[in-house]
């Protein structure tokens, strides 16, 4: 332990606000990770799955799923539990193996290769540490199955520890550590090892709301500085957004949508991905011509085309793109029957002949008014009718414990995570 | 456990407390007292010296001991770690199976190991149906292992099985996923973690095996091991202070190998049996 690293000698040790910043740490580790022949490989895809399909008992969970992910990018796997986004993870990981189709890593059909031999590291979703080993030993764990010599081990062992600041808490027992440190500890076990892919299984879902909000930004930082691939899987859209490069929306086996998270929102593809991501009015439509449809009985000019004459389409509108006016000016007008103040707007429920429609709006509206609404032509978008069409209505039967109820994955978490304290998720 | 029990709870442990100190803390004096008593009730060591002419079946009586324990030790080790890996369902029904030998009655057992093992027995009745000469089997040393591993391997599957369900799979996945192969996370992690169970399954076959009597006599051929010899002095001979000082150096032994065992599991309480 006395040889320290390159990183001990020149960060002297960090204290307590460990959580934003990180300083010299990600200009060595880019160093040593990316490299200079590594900036010829950055638009290559690492991996790329093509026609996966898996099933269990005969039930299907990924059915002709393919995806291509490119070296150094930060792709989230989103969607709801048992939408099959952990089973592709799994694939990757070499702890499931497909019926159908190939998995390629760095060009290499890694078909059949077993979890130990692959390039990839995993941050299981509970961290899955060692019991018996103390911090030091669980980071080190990677590196003595390598058997990489004491020194070596000793120095990438403490940089692994500098990155994710818990350098003096080598001889800490894993049992007296709180979540977000075994988290860390989970991050640097992964990471000591110089996997060119780390596969992240909801790692930050037992983590209460403020400390999975940091984690976010430190695993993005991380991700940054390391330079390699990660891939993410999370059930919570907000975190999806926030932190990836480009989005997987996936549901019933089936990729729904690949996109950046700005495309994900602004151009969702289907009902479900306007549905699961953000609110939506999703609306019964028909494209009368490019540039102009008809939805709630009225006729609306879009900016959206190529969809045909007369085309049944599905139309989202958010809610924050909807400008409140006097029911005489509104493009539409109707009866509010619910407001409710969220601190940054109001988030109101307009009924429209019998649609529901919700409204994110500043100004303070209260029950009972009779308000107009204006819907500009940017902000109506086209989707392609689909299985999922009329599925998701309007806001008729909205109340916020819809979204946990309807989430088999968040009373889990938090039966079994019951040591890790509050579990605060907000969708 | 600061707070000062209230009477009714001390109440409730008194029965237990009673029959402990009527049934064992008695009965460990009295082993005390014959044991450095001569027949007149006169102090004396004479009976450790006596002892020494028992020596060789000390030593028989700890080698068989050893070896039944190890015998089940490797049995159950791999099969605990097969059930602790079966779906929920499948364990009950194969821990179902592994309990099912003690609902029946050790004699009644042993009686029936004695009616297999026979020179006219159900093994050589199958050996001469299918033409192979026969195997002389019982009176033998290896007939009494083979009593006691039948009899015990439950008591070293259990405490065995114990630890090993209690490892969650993500971690052995979290072993291969760093790179160790299934050797290296067998030494790396599956046996630091499964080592309580172990300590508390070879304490738990070590001590009856090395105590045991009655296996011997029926399955080895009036054989005598520690156990008989105790047995006798207390029954036939009537020498209680031969017998006490026996049960004491006895004692005393598997107490150090106790101690010695324990700590190899860190101490964990898995293990303390004793």
């Not at chain 1, 350098?167 to 500890?185: N, P, T």
């Not at chain 2, 821990?95 to 026979?118: F, G, Q």
Request: hydrophobic residues 45%; negative net charge.
């Amino acid at each position: 332990m006395e040889g320290g690293g390159i990183l001990t000698k020149k960060n002297p040790p960090s204290g307590g606000n460990f959580l934003t910043k990180r300083g010299k740490n990600s200009i060595v580790w880019l160093y040593y990770f990316v490299g200079k022949e590594r900036d010829a490989y950055m638009s290559e895809n690492i991996i790329s799955l093509e026609n996966i399909s898996v099933a269990f008992d005969g039930e299907t969970i990924l059915d002709q799923i393919s995806l291509d992910i490119k070296d150094g990018e930060f792709i989230t796997l989103l969607g709801p539990s048992g939408c099959g986004k952990t089973t592709t993870l799994r694939i990757l990981g070499g702890f499931v193996e497909p019926m159908e189709g190939r998995a390629y890593f760095d060009g290499q059909c890694i078909n059949g290769v077993p979890a130990h031999k692959r390039q990839v590291s995993t941050i299981f979703q509970r961290y899955a540490l060692f019991p018996h080993l103390n911090v030091y030993e669980n980071i080190a764990f990677g590196l003595r199955v390598r058997k990489v010599p004491e020194a070596e081990l000793c120095d990438r062992v403490e940089e692994a520890l500098a990155l994710v600041n818990l350098r003096g808490f080598e001889k800490r027992k894993i049992a007296a550590l709180s979540g977000g440190q075994q988290q860390r500890v989970a991050i640097a076990r992964a990471v000591v090892t110089r996997p060119k892919v780390l596969l992240l299984d909801e790692p930050l879902a037992a983590l209460d709301l403020k400390l999975r909000k940091d984690m976010q930004v430190e695993l993005k930082n991380i991700q940054q500085s390391l330079g390699i691939t990660f891939v993410f899987v999370t059930h919570d859209q907000e975190e999806a957004l926030s932190m990836s490069d480009r989005v997987v929306v996936m549901d019933n086996g089936k990729i729904q949508q690949i996109g950046t998270p700005q495309d994900i929102y602004n151009e969702p593809q289907n009902a479900f991905v306007a549905d699961f991501i953000g609110e939506s009015n999703i609306l019964d439509g028909v494209m009368l011509r490019d540039g102009l449809c008809r939805l709630a009985g009225k006729e609306f000019v879009c900016v959206d085309g190529g969809f045909g004459e007369n085309t049944p389409v599905d139309v989202v509108i958010r809610p924050e793109d909807i400008k409140v006016t006097a029911p005489q000016d509104g493009m539409l007008s109707g009866v509010v029957t619910g407001s409710t103040f969220k601190g940054v707007h109001y988030e109101v429920i307009v009924d429209i002949k019998g649609f529901k429609w919700m409204i994110q709006t500043t100004a303070c509206i209260k029950e009972g008014d009779h308000i107009g609404m204006v819907i500009g032509p940017e902000d109506i978008h086209i989707m392609q009718k689909s299985e999922y069409s009329g599925m998701f209505g309007d806001y008729s039967s909205f109340s916020n414990e819809m979204d946990y109820i309807d989430d088999p994955a968040y009373d889990l978490s938090e039966e079994e995570e019951g040591t890790e304290g509050g579990e605060d998720r907000v969708d | 456990m600061t707070k000062r029990r209230g009477l009714g709870q001390r109440l409730l442990a008194a029965p237990y407390i009673v029959w402990a100190a009527i049934f064992i803390i008695v009965p460990l004096c009295m082993v005390l007292y014959y044991a450095f008593t001569d027949a007149s009730g006169a102090f004396t060591l004479q009976n450790f010296s006596d002892i020494s002419n028992f020596s060789h079946t000390f030593v028989l009586s700890i080698w068989l001991g050893a070896l039944s324990t190890i015998i089940c030790l490797v049995i159950a080790y791999p099969l605990a770690y097969i059930i602790s890996r079966l779906s929920p369902r499948a364990q009950r029904f194969m821990m179902m199976l592994v309990m099912l030998p003690m609902w029946i009655n050790l004699l009644l057992r042993t009686y029936a190991l004695m009616k297999i093992l026979e020179d006219t027995g159900l093994i050589n009745s199958i050996l001469e149906w299918m033409g192979l000469p026969p195997m002389h089997m019982i009176n033998t040393q290896g007939a009494v292992v083979a009593g006691m591993v039948y009899n015990f391997i439950p008591y070293m599957i259990l405490p065995i099985y114990n630890v090993m369900s209690r490892i969650d799979t993500p971690v052995l996945e979290a072993s291969r996923d760093l790179g160790g192969n299934f050797w290296q996370t067998f030494r790396r992690v599956i046996f630091p973690l499964s080592l309580p169970g172990i300590v508390s399954g070879i304490t738990m076959v070590f001590v009856p095996s090395v105590s045991t009597f009655y296996i011997s006599t029926k399955l080895g051929g009036n054989m005598a091991l520690v156990g008989d010899i105790i047995e006798f002095t207390f029954t036939g001979e009537a020498n209680y202070n031969v017998g006490a000082t026996m049960s004491l150096i006895l004692m005393v032994m598997i107490l150090v190998c106790m101690l010695v065992m324990n700590r190899f599991s860190d101490g964990d309480e898995e293990a303390m049996i004793v």
